[in-house]
């Protein structure tokens, strides 16, 4: 249980300065904010690099800490804009900045040495695995997955790790960092901060002929669960919405910051939240109702919005009211003034402020003291003329005056005396806004460097059992890729017989997401592979269970899959010293592409892309749990009429759900460009094509493979993003 002594940082969103403005009158420790580049809210205000400097200084005045979101994945030629722009926010004292892309986390620990670094969501740090790897890496602080339970955080948090938790606000149904269905159906792409939320639109479940908005999630709210929060090691409560009206950050910082203190002020005291207070909050841009998130389940059809995703009734009188008290009100901050006024000398001012543990203070001269020929300045007089500070950030907690004589001076000069005064004390604040450590001079972002030309690879991924067959007996595929859990099949045998009598390589693909539930199986699956000599390495998307492999499984080669980001070729450059290889990402287009080494990377030539990996199931929101069934595949059809196939994977202790592209990705007539590009290998990827459908792609890629011309492909597909690519 923790004490009135201990702090819990209270991270609210600015989306704009008026938003800025909120959060410090709401009593936030921290804002997180983006400027006008490589933030995930593409669509909000932000902030022009003008408002950053000035927000970094008030910032400073208030004693608040700025986090800096550039967490979208950069492309190369964006990798070249990062350094000027991270440089003048470092001088001005930003504290630290949330990451995405491994690729910006090596250049900016390289760069500026002071700067906090810390692991955004969208790295879907899913358990004590990776969040231990990265903090080891140098990150200072995990932002966790928003799907953890309360006890998988308290596992991170009690081996001293610093995270981060969201607290209230938005949901995503998909695991950060884990979708692309707003990229590949739109072109808008979440992992660059352009999600158009194709995920709160209405989707007809397998047969059902009604529309639900099944995959929209309600809006968290942990107000009442406070206590148990802060009593888990939880270093920072994070407020989602930097989208919205700022009235809605500063007010629901507000109730947090209130309930947060109340219960660390006396924890032993019965903690409960007024029911008006509740109110409040749901009269302020809720999407239909709140629920307190994942912290006490792993799922559940409650927590959907299945009806509508719209937001509730606003009370707009009530967001007037917020914006007139907490947006349009300026902070102030409290100087302390002592003021000297002697005939024939000059007046002198000397201001001071304490901002944590430090005293700020300038000190400065005016015009010379006049003797009065009439009715003379009393020491009142001139203290109601210093205490006027006007539209500034300062006001006057107490102001001595000593006057010498019978002393007069123009109002102007008193006033000049106040603004100069004022000045310098801003100024010698900023003077220690600098960082200790000056920015390292910089060096140019890595190029595309290929390596040796070798003989080509073709890697298929098979998960469905009657694939395996047509694969198997396809001489030109060198590597199959299999689920990890068939490792654990009782007809295993039969499985590793077929696979060694064709000499193919064999990897097995690790769970989209690994949560500490999983570890478990996935070792004894890993084990069995070790001691039969059957298979050479792994598929990984995420750095937790890449850490883990690399813990319990040294000997297994590990390969980067679909979610474990290489957009640039300074993560390629981070990647490539700990995984064997990796897989290209889908968002990059042609053109984009030239600029990538891509001497270790795999391409994707053939497969639905999995556009989400989801914790919520969509077969226990219609009711039809498959937990006991095996799991299965189900389907989703939008308003177009597009099907979009999911798998659950009930075979996880914690399982979760696939969701897959309508159509695959198919990029065969692209094949000129390809070899200019001088891709090497590629990936065919099988996810819920029947035996007779895998014989027909497959054959038709053996005659692409050949260079035998072929009419067009027998199956419907999209040329994804390779083409057009995402802003």
């Known amino acids: 249980m923790r004490d009135k002594n201990s702090k819990i940082e209270l991270l609210a969103p600015a989306g704009s300065f008026q938003g800025f403005i ?59 804009e990062l350094y000027d722009y991270i440089k003048p926010l470092y001088e001005l004292g930003l504290t630290g900045v949330i990451i995405q892309d491994f690729g910006v986390f090596a250049y900016l620990k390289k760069h500026f040495s002071d700067l906090e670094l810390h692991a955004s969501t969208q790295m879907t740090i899913t358990s004590l695995e990776g969040a231990k790897y990265l903090t080891e890496q140098g990150m200072k602080r995990v932002v966790l997955a928003r799907e953890l339970t309360l006890d998988e955080v308290k596992d991170i948090t009690a081996a001293g790790i610093e995270t981060e938790c969201f607290i209230h606000g938005s949901m995503c149904y998909c695991y950060s960092g ?16 352009r999600c158009a939320q194709p995920c709160r639109l209405p989707y007809k479940i397998n047969q059902n002929k009604q529309e639900t908005y099944c995959l929209s999630l309600k809006d ?45 002020s006396n924890p032993q005291k019965p903690y409960k939240v007024a029911g008006k207070d509740l109110e409040r909050l749901k009269t302020l841009y809720i999407r239909t109702a709140l629920h307190d998130g994942y912290y ?73 003291v006049e003797k009065a020929l009439k009715a003379p300045l009393s020491e009142s007089a001139i203290a109601e003329r210093l205490a006027k500070t006007g539209d500034s950030y300062f006001v006057a907690e107490t102001i001595d005056v000593t006057v010498s004589g019978e002393v007069f001076l123009p109002v102007k000069a008193i006033n000049e005396l106040r603004r100069n005064a004022l000045d310098a004390l801003k100024e010698t604040i900023i003077l220690d806004m600098q960082p200790k450590n000056p920015a390292k001079e910089r060096s140019e972002v890595k190029s595309s460097e290929m390596e040796p030309k070798k003989k080509s690879s073709v890697i298929a991924f098979s998960e469905e059992q009657e694939q395996l067959l047509p694969i198997l007996q396809s001489d030109f595929i060198t590597r199959v890729v299999l689920p990890y859990g068939w490792l654990l099949r009782d007809d295993l045998t039969k499985v590793r017989d077929l696979l060694e009598k064709t000499t193919k390589e064999v990897y097995f693909s690790l769970p989209a997401v690994c949560r500490r539930e999983n570890y478990d199986r996935i070792h004894k699956a890993l084990s069995v592979a070790v001691k039969t000599g059957f298979g050479t390495g792994v598929y990984v998307n995420q750095i937790d269970s890449m850490a883990y492999i690399a813990r319990e499984f040294p000997n297994l080669q590990c390969v980067g899959d679909l979610n ?132 027909r792609i497959l054959d038709f890629y053996h005659k692409y493979f050949e260079g035998i011309k072929t009419e067009d492909a027998p199956f419907g597909y999209t040329n994804g993003h390779f083409l057009r690519g995402v802003e």
């Open 564 to 695: 474990f980001y290489v957009m640039n070729n300074e993560t390629a450059e981070w990647s490539l010293d700990k995984v064997e290889g990796y897989t290209i990402p889908v968002e990059l287009n042609k053109e984009e592409l030239r600029h990538l080494n891509k001497a270790r990377g795999e391409f994707v030539l053939y497969g639905r892309t999995a556009l989400m990996q989801t914790a919520n199931c969509i077969f226990m929101t219609s009711k039809d749990c498959r937990k006991n069934k095996g799991g299965g595949i189900g389907s989703l059809t939008d308003r177009t009429g597009a099907k979009f196939p999911y798998r659950a994977h009930c075979e996880e202790k914690i399982c979760y759900n696939t969701i897959y592209n309508s159509v695959p990705t198919s990029l065969h007539k692209h094949k000129k460009i390809l070899d200019a590009l001088g891709i090497e290998d590629f990936q065919l990827r099988f996810t819920v094509e029947t035996k007779e459908e895998t014989d």
């Open 178 to 193: 884990q979708c692309l269905l707003s990229s590949l159906i739109g072109g808008r792409s979440g992992n660059r901060g």
């Open 22 to 80: 909120g959060a410090i009158n709401g009593g936030a420790d921290a804002v997180y904010l983006a400027g006008n580049k490589f933030g995930a809210r593409a669509f909000a205000d932000n902030f022009t690099t003008d408002e950053l400097c000035e927000v970094l200084y008030l910032a400073k005045l208030f004693n608040v800490k700025v986090y800096l979101t550039v967490n979208t994945l950069l492309k190369n030629m964006e990798m070249k």
């Open 296 to 368: 006490h389940k792993h799922r559940g059809a409650d927590m959907i919005t299945l009806e509508s995703p719209a937001y509730s009734k606003t009370d707009e009188s009530f967001v007037s009211e917020i914006a007139t008290e907490m947006i349009q009100r300026k902070p102030q901050k409290k100087v302390r003034m002592q003021a000297d006024f002697t005939v024939g000398n000059e007046c002198t001012l000397y201001v001071e402020t304490t901002i944590g543990e430090e005293v700020y203070s300038a000190y400065v001269t005016g015009d010379c």
């Open 220 to 264: 968290m709210c942990t107000l009442e669960y406070l206590p148990e929060l802060i009593d888990s090691g939880i270093t920072s409560f994070k407020i989602e919405g930097r989208m919205k009206n700022p009235a809605y950050a500063a007010y629901v910082t507000k109730m947090y910051r209130k309930y947060i203190d109340t219960y660390l």
